[in-house]
């Protein structure tokens, strides 16, 4: 299969790079900070004839000797136009500044490529600028919750960050940051995601018709790159809410050359409660402590050695830490008791971008991540004249993933109807399924024991080959179309796929487009999960000769029209099948010691629904309006009997609007309003009362009966989300005032919903017990104040 990919590849260069016309190359780039803009246009204004920059802001386009009329343009910045003739290999480099005028907006989104212009679909970018406006929970501006009011996109329950895509579960999106994988992104058990949308410079989503560039998962792809830093002046951001404070510091280390950008992010309620935490321990004649906090950190250099050659370090670390430590000081022989719960990420990346000719762009990427969960007890007894004299048992347990990789990618521009990227990867992965490691001690007796049990490391290997053209074949009809081939090597067994991907659009009068997209993918890696609240003790795990790879195919089918150059309107119907997905099995958990492989079982699945977007992007007035209508379902032969049951996320309808006004240079308001239908439970159908007698003993029961999994609906969910921002200019910096609230008008949303009993009164003044369904909510209007300065 390698063969036949190579072939394509040389096929494609040897047709294109030696024809007669000239070729002009550059890199477009933001005039004020020097950051590279991506999917910037480059158009030739004679002939018609254009294309979009690379992720690291690089265009490249072919044309016959002839006057030109370049134009770059970029949504939200002023155009760029030079006129020349063309005799030669040419190099351009464009520095567009960012527009402050309204009309100057519109008439550079008119010359951007549109929304039914472009072959991909599925795909929304949502601007970064526009994401930190939305009013967030308890402040904190979170990207993952911004794609939640996105169409076919679900958040798991009330206040979590997790992602579910047309159906899917959350390990079924592959998450990149700078081209790394994230495994876990949420902090604070799912309420909050890891990424600081302060070094964030884009965020892409692609539901379906996925490029045959991405694979390794069923769902979706979530693109988001940082910055690279300003390479011109040094910039920076703070600001303190109710929950964290952050900042953000960026800058030339050599003047165009080499910059920098460095951020980070951390909770201090622990550090505020301490002295009441430490109060309450003493006043039970005790001495102790408990918190809980996160943290984020993200770092980025880049250095221009060349034109043609550019060096990148990027790494991203995060940790979650719950601890709780007790000590009875009452007496000679003290106990105590430590308990510490820890997880995060950590992901870093280096990256080498090579220009081979003004046609080929090359990029070499060493990646590595990490995820892991480690948790620790301990308890015993210490002598009070002698501390170091103390009995001990602890108990630690450890799990997680490691991942390195290496990733040569290409991108090929022969002609302007051309844009053909082709390239491989491997990946060496490490799965921690999970291990205890047992420790007791007894100084006085000499004893000292200690024991590992649990499940061993598990390493295997996962490569990947892929070529793509998105090429246009008229000027109404335009594909991307191309292949992916993948294999898996682990212990005593080998998998591989290939995977056609297809996507095209055909082009009506009007801006009105027609999008097809048709695509396989396979996923070599799971994720045990419960069916609730996102934990950090979900597992990772590989697919070994036991447990299958989880496959799927998706088609979609949807029209696309820009509407007076500032309004984006798509509607797509789409279909997806899923084979092999994972769950655990009736009676299973996490913490035992068999094999994980006997602890799951394997089924189907599929999702289909409709999705409508009206999106605007630029303007005093910006936000989109998103509907779907969707139905998921999942099949267990050891689950439900075997039969068909809905998927915990099914959600029939899914409403959201956002909206964000700029009321004045120094005023804007924002506000989300968002309606979905409630999750499915499982509920006893019957509950019984049944009573025994041998012999030797009488006893009495209750029992329910559970006709099929989740087969009741909680009530419906809708909140509405509102902020205003407050923003100063100072000689040197400026300073935004934010005050808001999370479901402003105080609706008590369902979180989960639990059995009970409960004795009523009747008319003749016996009581009864009755049966009851109890609702559980978890926040009510929660409002939020926010500091920050920018210079």
């Known amino acids: ?46 002939s018609l004839d254009g294309t979009i920059t690379n992720t690291y802001g690089f265009y490249s386009l072919t044309l016959p ?8 343009s970029y949504i939200g910045y002023q155009s760029s136009i030079i006129n020349f003739k063309l005799r030669r290999d040419t190099i351009i480099n464009f520095k567009l500044s960012a527009s402050v005028e309204m009309e100057v907006v519109e008439i550079s989104a008119e010359r951007s490529k549109q929304i039914e212009e472009q072959s991909q679909m599925s795909t929304i970018e949502v601007p970064i600028a526009q994401i930190k406006k939305i009013p967030a929970l308890l402040g904190e501006v979170d990207v993952l919750k911004a794609l939640q009011l996105l169409p076919g996109v679900q958040s798991g329950g009330e206040g979590q960050s997790g992602l579910y895509v047309r159906g899917g579960s959350p390990d079924q999106n592959l998450i990149l940051l700078d081209g790394v994988p994230v495994y876990n992104a949420s902090h604070l058990f799912g309420f909050f995601s890891v990424f600081n949308a302060d070094a964030i410079k884009n965020v892409k989503l692609i539901k379906g018709g996925y490029p045959a560039r991405y694979g390794g998962r069923l769902s979706s792809v979530l693109e988001i790159n940082m910055k690279e ?15 964290s404070s952050k900042f953000m ?76 430590d007790s000590k009875d000081n009452s007496g000679t022989f003290r106990d105590y008791v430590k308990t510490d719960f ?64 290496l990733n040569l990618d290409f991108d090929f521009l022969p002609t302007p109807n051309h844009f053909v990227k082709f390239g491989a990867s491997i990946i060496y992965h490490t799965f921690k399924p999970g ?25 295997a290997s996962e490569f990947a080959l892929y070529v793509e053209d998105d090429f246009e074949i008229t000027d109404r009809l335009k594909v991307n179309t191309g292949i992916h081939f993948s294999g898996f090597n682990v212990t005593d067994a080998f998998y591989h ?31 045990l999960a419960y069916e609730g609240i996102g934990l950090p003790t979900d597992l990772w795990l590989p697919t070994t000769n036991k447990v299958k790879p989880q496959d799927s195919w998706q088609a979609a089918l949807g029209i696309a029209k820009t509407y007076k150059s500032a309004y984006e309107l798509s509607a797509e119907i789409y279909y997806r099948e899923m084979k092999n997905v994972i769950a655990y099995k009736d009676g299973s958990g996490l913490f035992e010691l068999s094999d ?103 006893w009495s029961t209750n029992g329910s009966f559970y006709e099929n999994r989740n087969n009741f609906r909680m009530r419906s969910y809708h909140r509405l989300d509102f902020g205003i921002n407050f923003k100063k200019q100072k000689p040197n910096y400026s300073r935004t005032w934010s005050l808001g609230a999370y479901n402003s008008y105080n609706r008590k949303n369902p979180f989960f919903i639990y059995e009970d009993f409960q004795t009523i009164e009747q008319p003749d003044g016996s009581f009864k017990r009755e049966f009851v369904l109890k609702q559980s909510s978890l926040f009510p209007i929660i409002p939020y104040v926010t500091y920050s300065i920018e210079f």
């Open 342 to 405: 820890g997880w995060g990420n950590f992901t870093s990346a280096l990256r080498w971008n090579h220009l081979i000719n003004q046609k080929l762009f090359s990029n070499l990427t060493l990646t590595y991540s990490r995820y892991k969960l480690d948790t620790g007890t301990a308890f015993g007894t210490e002598i009070e004249d002698n501390p170091n004299l103390k009995e001990e048992i602890s108990i630690d347990y450890l799990s997680g993933i490691n991942d390195l990789a």
């Open 229 to 243: 830093g300003n390479n011109k002046e040094f910039h920076g951001a703070a600001s303190i809410g109710l929950l």
């Open 435 to 459: 291990s205890f490691d047992l420790k007791e001690s007894i100084p006085q007796e000499n004893y000292e024991f200690e024991r590992t049990v649990g499940q061993k490391d598990v390493t």
């Open 65 to 72: 000797a002839d006057s030109v009329y370049l134009s770059a």
């Open 596 to 698: 994980w492989q006997d602890r799951v079982t394997q089924g189907e699945g599929d999702s289909y629904g409709l999705e409508l977007f009206a999106q605007k992007k630029q303007g005093r007035v910006t936000g989109w309006i998103g509907y779907t209508l969707s139905w998921s379902n999942r099949r267990f032969d050891d689950l439900n009997f075997g039969k068909e049951f809905p998927f915990r996320y099914d959600r029939r309808h899914d409403f959201s609007t956002v909206v964000n006004f700029e009321w004045t240079k120094s005023i804007s308001i924002s506000g989300a309003w968002i309606y979905g239908t409630g999750n499915a439970v499982t509920l006893a159908n019957s509950n019984y009362a049944g009573s025994f007698s041998n012999p030797q003993n009488d």
């Open 497 to 527: 796929s290939t995977q056609p991907r297809l996507s095209g659009r055909y082009l009506f009068d009007g801006n009105l487009s027609l999008k097809a997209s048709f695509a396989t993918m396979r996923q070599y890696v799971h994720l």
């Open 249 to 324: 510091f960026e800058g030339p280390i050599v003047s165009e050359k080499t910059s920098f950008i460095v951020s980070g992010r951390r909770t201090y309620l622990d550090v505020l409660a301490r002295p009441f935490i430490k109060d309450g321990f003493e006043s039970d004649g005790q001495e102790g402590s408990t918190g809980y906090y996160f943290y984020d950190l993200n770092a980025k250099i880049n250095h221009k050695f060349n034109q043609k050659d550019r060096l990148y370090l990027s790494t991203y670390l995060g940790r979650d830490r719950f601890y709780f």
């Open 1 to 46: 299969m390698s063969r036949y990919l190579l072939a394509i590849a040389i096929l494609y260069f040897s047709l294109y790079a030696n024809g007669q016309s000239f070729t002009i190359s550059g890199y477009i780039e933001d005039a004020d900070s020097g950051e590279k803009l991506i999917a910037a246009n480059a158009f030739n204004l004679k």
